[in-house]
């Protein structure tokens, strides 16, 4: 082959490879299952399906990675990853939101089994010793109480890759008293590990939407942030339509939030 050609060929090839490459979301979260579990697994959360379905259909590729959520919401914030997975509007105010919520978040205390502690307003966790994981939001109630009880030792932050598991552990060595932990998350884990029966729902919190309602909530940093959100939204409309967002919710043992169920 003439060697000018070649050369050409290969620049050719080379930009060409460039022009092809697929758009990239990038998507952050701590592991939080049923929501968005581990990346790579065949049942990553359903949250993350959701997103995959969505934007597989704009041609758009979907990377999921995890790390501790402070960490996360610091990065998307940054603009080092495109979104969150699982942010309240009370967790990132300044992130850019779909309309529709691909999520809905019930947050109770757990006890162990034995326990007669039962939530009954914020009086009732001057009781106890609490933990909560970092950067998670809550009701205003619990918030105003929780930098309280961190002040006073009462209140434990946990923090780390597994924070969750690491409060299971130190309810079960009677390190504290409760653990406030999302519903359904709390579930599947005990579902997953065969020990539902060593503890116990001690009550929730009556929650606004604008701590209850969870996204995946695009970086202020990241261009085409808007357009990304009103792809969320217009697909989560049409898979609710068309009743493959069921399909994807029944995986994970999960209904849709935003269905009435008969009384």
């Known amino acids: 082959m003439n060697l000018f050609i070649g050369r050409w060929l290969f620049v050719f090839l080379l930009l060409g490879g460039a022009t092809v490459q697929a758009e990239t979301v990038k998507l952050v979260a701590d592991p939080w299952c049923p929501f968005n579990c581990e990346p790579g697994d065949d049942a990553p959360g359903y949250m993350i399906e959701i997103a995959q379905r969505v934007f597989a259909e704009h041609g758009i590729e979907v990377e999921y990675h995890t ?3 402070v960490r996360a919401l610091m990065a998307v914030e940054a603009g080092e990853y495109s979104a969150a997975v699982g942010a ?12 529709l919520p691909q999520g809905l978040m019930n947050n109770v205390f757990w006890t162990l089994a034995d326990s007669d502690w039962v939530y009954q307003g914020q009086a ?3 009781q106890i010793n609490l933990a909560i994981i970092a950067g998670y939001g809550y009701s205003p109630e619990l918030e105003a ?3 309280l009880g961190l002040d006073s030792q009462r209140v434990t932050e946990l923090f780390g890759e597994t924070p969750l598991q690491n409060g299971i ?4 060595r009677g390190r504290i008293d409760a ?3 999302e519903q359904s998350v709390f579930q599947y884990q005990l579902m997953h590990h065969g020990r539902s029966e060593t503890f116990r729902n001690a009550g929730g919190v009556a929650q606004e939407a604008l701590f209850s309602e969870v996204y995946i909530a695009f970086s202020p940093e990241l261009e085409g942030a808007e357009h990304y959100a009103d792809i969320l939204t217009e697909g989560m409309a049409q898979l609710r339509q068309s009743g493959e967002l069921n399909k994807i919710l029944s995986r994970y043992g999960v209904t849709d939030w935003a269905v009435e169920t008969p009384e």
């Open 179 to 181: 653990l406030l932990e």
């Open 67 to 69: 790390l501790p959520w």
């Open 145 to 147: 109480y929780i930098r």
């Open 88 to 99: 309240s509007r009370a967790e990132a105010p300044n992130f850019v939101f779909p309309e």
């Open 169 to 172: 552990l130190m309810l079960e």
């Open 124 to 126: 009732s966790l001057k």
